[in-house]
């Protein structure tokens, strides 16, 4: 009796402790992966998928598949007042994508080469700033395609 006591108190406990993380579940975003390759879809030092589309306030989460990569944000290209992010080399990093709009996002060492995507938060309210931005060579080239796609 004793101790078939001790297991209801335990199931207790653990149900209060599991509940807070359930609702917080509940209301949370969708999150998406993102993944840094040597070998891309189309060609060398690629993010996989280059174009995210997501919800307000969902994450993308940046995975290192291969070392040797970072993501972070592409100065200028991304809504008026969205903060910056930086990931460190061969490691992960989740971003919250809050505000709508057009976020560009690159590897620094494979910038320019091409390492470069963006996530499309609900509705794209910066792509008119976004397509006018100055980018070098081989990243303009890909974002111009890119944001031609975007609608
Ligand atoms: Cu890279």
């Known amino acids: 009796m004793r101790i078939a006591?001790?297991?209801?108190?335990?199931t207790a406990a653990l149900a209060a402790a599991t509940l807070p993380a359930t609702a917080a579940?509940?209301?949370?975003?969708?999150?998406?992966?993102?993944?840094m390759l040597n070998n891309g879809p189309t060609g060398m030092m690629q993010f996989d998928t280059q174009?995210?589309?997501v919800k307000p306030g969902d994450t993308v989460t940046f995975v290192p598949a291969d070392p040797g990569h970072n993501a972070e944000s592409i100065p200028g290209l991304a809504p008026a007042g969205a903060e910056p992010f930086k990931g460190q080399m061969s490691k992960p990093l989740t971003v919250t994508f809050a505000?709508?709009?057009?976020y560009g996002f690159r590897c620094m060492p494979h910038f320019s080469m091409g390492?470069?995507?963006?996530?499309?938060?609900g509705n794209p309210v910066n792509l008119a700033e976004a397509k006018a931005l100055n980018l070098p060579g081989r990243p303009k080239q890909i974002m111009t395609g890119i944001l031609a796609s975007i609608k």
Do not use: D, E, H, S
């Open 51 to 53: 174009v995210v589309r």
């Open 25 to 35: 579940f509940a209301t949370a975003g969708k999150n998406y992966t993102v993944k």
């Open 115 to 121: 390492m470069i995507g963006v996530v499309v938060v």
């Open 99 to 102: 505000k709508p709009g057009v």
């Open 5 to 10: 006591i001790a297991l209801l108190g335990a």
